[in-house]
């Protein structure tokens, strides 16, 4: 079945930690994106890719970082440099415009 | 700075109700509204809107979009215990050059649904 892996569903990260959430997809899918939601919030954009080897930043880039090596891959830092990484991290896929994302189920990282 | 409203954030109902979930924007060259619903974890597409009156329909789900007003509703006729989720709405706008554009999301609306 096609769809979007997200690994691992939840994570532990100590302060000062740089953590990598994987996102994999078999959708031949072209873009790609990394969402972060919070309590009470709508999800809010990281980064997105719209072709291997590009990407581009969202609304709340700081503090993290991402590599579109292979386009079914893309995985997202969180690095130290996140002040409030606590939250849980949604991954996208698109085929193109016009049509609804694919949404993987997600990754909830708690900062301990 | 492109928003999206959504309200209430949160409603109560009993099955067999009809509810109405609203959802207002503000963005600079709008493409597109999307309504989602999540239940667990990942949202799950329900609609995507691009044109102002013409209501797209889903079983007992049904959305309409007005660009002039900048607004769009979900409606859900007959409630379910399994329509209780978290309903999002978002926009797509372009961003930039770019030929994809991005997701602006609201808050989300928390439904429940009691038996």
């Known amino acids: 079945d096609g769809g979007i892996t997200q690994s691992p569903k939840y994570l532990f990260r100590k302060e000062g930690q740089n953590v990598t959430l994987s996102c994999e997809q078999n959708l031949n899918h072209d873009a790609m994106y990394w969402y972060r939601q919070d309590p009470g919030q709508g999800l809010r954009l990281i980064y997105y890719s719209q072709i291997v080897n590009d990407f581009q930043k969202g609304d709340i880039a700081e503090g993290y970082s991402v590599s579109r090596e292979k386009k079914e891959s893309f995985p997202l830092t969180v690095t130290s440099a996140q002040k409030n990484p606590t939250a849980f991290y949604l991954c996208?896929?698109?085929?193109?415009?016009?049509?609804?994302?694919?949404f993987g189920s997600g990754t909830r990282l708690t900062v301990v | 700075e492109d928003k999206v409203v959504q309200s209430p954030l949160s409603l109560v109902v009993h099955e067999g109700d009809t509810v109405t979930l609203n959802c207002s924007y503000e963005?600079?060259?709008?493409?597109?509204l999307l309504w989602y619903k999540q239940e667990k974890k990942a949202p799950t597409f329900l609609f995507m809107l691009t044109s102002s009156g013409i209501e797209k329909k889903s079983g007992r789900l049904s959305s309409i979009l007005d660009k002039k007003e900048l607004f769009s509703i979900l409606n859900i006729t007959a409630t379910q215990t399994g329509d209780s989720a978290v309903y999002l709405c978002a926009v797509e706008a372009n961003a930039g050059g770019t030929s994809y554009g991005k997701l602006t999301f609201g808050q989300g609306t928390i439904l429940t649904v009691h038996p």
């Open positions: 963005v600079t060259n709008f493409r597109s």
């Open positions: 996208a896929s698109r085929p193109g415009t016009g049509s609804g994302y694919t």
